[in-house]
């Protein structure tokens, strides 16, 4: 295992020199014009792969292709455990560009902060578990379970391939837990064990009024302006405690118990440290809860982008035809998305006036997930952690998606150890991205520990 | 008189040729690039005032210039009547471009419309008085008035630098009426005098929450979502029926008299011809007034844009950073734009919440106009008129505003006679802008008449 970790230490420069090249494809599986560079990417990585020493192949599907690279497979008189790696090599849009200090996919390292899109969200953490097989595999270090890695590239849009592709290679993929570290810890002192997601539905409304944008002199006062009627439909969502109004929202949704607050009030950062690092002149959400509670084990109705008329410089004096409205909704353990969808459209339906026309352009769907910490395979996810970390690990909800978990569990039977590596000032999502270079390695030793505690 | 009636009915084929070139400049004032496009358009209508007989001078302003073109001055030992022909060769923006049949800088007739952006809002109506003196100069048959055309290029951006023109040209431009064209006329068979314009206010009003756009999963629930906020805020403004519910907007205002809803009433388009003419799923306004009432002598409160968060492809789960409104409100008589102004900011500012900062970005302001329309001015307005069209003209107010009438009576002292051309369906501010061919022809007549009316 020392020539394991000592592989680790002496090979960090090169790490991060072929880091940078995964970084600089701009592998955006939102954006049809990037297509081809998903598919350089995920070529690129297969290649990395067999470099280092796994068996690598690419499937193609009907959207961006999956990677999968296994470890060379041992002959064993037992069943040798198996374990998952799973991660993606797409990322999320990089606009508005306006906002980066520096290009999205021209990595920069200032101090211990890797930038680019994708650094921490997810090719730093899939990158991570590569460099730990990689020890292993370069130092002739006998692996105690066999692994296979998918690296898929559409999870910013839904994962839409995935669990087709799981379907068919079910029997090759049988494994005893998938490990994920897409994720995130509290701080590089606070590694982590995620043991609860937030699920999601997405979707667009637009509400369509006058057939064309109409001159606001001539028409307005005689027409509902879309972009009016659109405020007051979203308006009719909210409460002024933060609560979601719509009838059966919260149906079904089971209240935090002792240990879970308890837990969360362990979480380091607290409300007057998140509002400083958001900027936010004050922070707001569903009353009686705490920010990490709302952030995590609450759900949401998001307003994700609006449009409507005229956005370009100086003014337009027109009543517009239309107006648009994405919205994702956050969901917790219990809430089903296709009934929590049926509830939610049903009632923008019922509360849209008959002046407009409601239009509505369905997204994905993930449910929430929710596993217990305290079987075998979480407690050695947690000694690698503490191990690789050197200090206590914590136990988290995170607020996030990762729509698979669920597909995992019913697919493969398998549960996800959630072991995120990602920071709370990482920019996820956001311009700016960036992955913490201890995260980076102590990750890279979380990987190579885990295969040992696991075993 | 008929020498000007049968040269304007020889010519018109070169007419429109000349209006198709007077067309394709893309002369935009609301954006920067087309700054050029905007003197290239002054310049080419000098050079054609010129070749029609007029003496032209082009005017630089801090903004795009002015054209000043006068009739050759007739020696006479009592005064001669001098009036001025208003009008603007600047255009609004095109965009939506994707929703033009065919490009708007290229000009193109079906039957008896022709097609292209400022073609009726306000090239083809300012383009028919000069085709009118075309005919009496190059007929020499003597014209009874002194005429002055100003044809400005910020019409549609406010008008920032006409009243410091008019002001520093007070004593050439001293006239006896305005005459302009730029607005409408309920059909090609009823011919309109306007007696009433509604003023304006443009503003735009930003809200600002997190620093960034957050990523959704991990920090939604416990920020104020911007576009939420901004939904809120609107939401706000109106009630169920209609009415704008900002504390004294309505302040002042007076009812309408008996004479002016008949007046209204005898307003050719209904309610039900209105919106099959806009494509609207049911026309929606302030409740106890009609249509025609409500966009013609009520005041409005109107959304021209929306932009927050991702509007591209797909989906993006974030919390944007920020969400901003276009907003223009129309005023009527007795309404102060100043006033108002600060009456609707204050109240935005008053119900926008600690969660996010308000930034306001003031534009222009117009007042609303008012005239007798039983002066002797009118009254033979209305005489060419019905020669002109043949048919009995009517009385209307308009939704619209020209805010430098105001400016006109204030610095000139000089009413204005608003002599529209263009018709319900011509787009004006919208996709597929068109002037119809007879509302030009039978405006070049109207032109020539008033000038024998008038004096």
């Not at 999956?66 to 037992?78: D, G, N």
């Not at 439909?233 to 109004?245: F, Q, S, Y």
């Not at 690092?277 to 609450?298: I, M, N, V, W, Y």
């Amino acid at each position: 295992m020392q020539a394991v970790l000592d592989y680790l230490k002496q090979n960090q420069k090169r790490f991060l020199a072929e880091f940078f090249e995964y970084l600089r494809f701009p592998s955006v599986s939102a954006q049809s014009k990037h297509n081809k560079d998903l598919v350089a990417c995920a070529q690129w990585l297969a290649n990395h792969c067999q470099q280092i020493g796994l068996e690598a192949k690419i499937h193609g599907t009907a959207g961006h292709p999956i990677l999968v690279a296994k470890t060379p497979r041992v002959k064993s008189k037992t069943k040798r455990p198996h374990f998952m790696v799973y991660g993606h090599y797409d990322v999320q849009p990089p606009e508005p560009l306006d906002l980066w200090k520096t290009p999205p996919f021209e990595p920069r390292i200032d101090g211990r902060n890797l930038f680019a899109r994708g650094s921490t969200d997810n090719k730093g953490q899939n990158f991570a578990h590569l460099k730990a097989v990689e020890a292993y595999l370069k130092t002739g270090t006998p692996l105690p379970c066999d692994l296979t890695f998918v690296i898929e590239g559409e999870e910013e849009v839904g994962s839409k391939s995935l669990s087709g592709f799981l379907t068919r290679h079910r029997a090759e993929l049988a494994c005893d837990a998938v490990i994920i570290s897409d994720t995130g810890m509290p701080s590089p002192k606070h590694p982590a064990l995620t043991y609860a997601l937030r699920g999601i539905i997405a979707f667009e409304i637009t509400l369509r009024g006058p057939a064309r944008d109409l001159h606001s002199g001539i028409f307005g006062g005689a027409v509902e302006n879309p972009a009016m009627a659109l405020a007051r439909l979203l308006a009719k969502v909210h409460d002024a405690d933060g609560r979601i109004t719509i009838p059966g929202f919260y149906d079904g949704i089971e209240p935090l118990s002792k240990l879970e607050r308890a837990q969360a009030a362990r979480y380091p950062l607290k409300d007057a440290d998140l509002n400083k690092l958001l900027g936010t002149p004050k922070l707001f959400g569903e009353r009686d809860f705490t920010a990490t509670e709302q952030r995590s084990a609450r759900p949401t109705f998001e307003i994700n982008g609006l449009t409507s008329g005229y956005q370009g410089e100086g003014s337009k004096t027109i009543v517009p035809s239309w107006a648009r409205a994405k919205i994702t909704c956050r969901l917790v353990p219990h809430q089903s998305p296709a009934k929590i969808r049926k509830t939610v459209l049903a009632y923008l339906k019922k509360i849209c006036p008959p002046t407009v026309k409601l239009e509505i352009n369905a997204g994905h769907g993930a449910e929430a997930y929710l596993v217990s910490p305290t079987g075998p395979q979480a407690q050695a996810a947690l000694r690698a952690l503490k191990k690789a970390f050197n200090a206590e690990p914590i136990l988290m909800r995170e607020g996030g998606s990762i729509p698979i978990v669920n597909e995992f569990k019913k697919i493969l039977g398998a549960d996800s150890l959630l072991l995120g590596l990602g920071l709370p000032d990482d920019n996820a999502h956001s311009p700016n991205e960036k992955f913490n270079l201890d995260c980076f390695e102590n990750g890279q030793r979380m990987s190579a520990y885990l295969w040992q505690e696991l075993k």
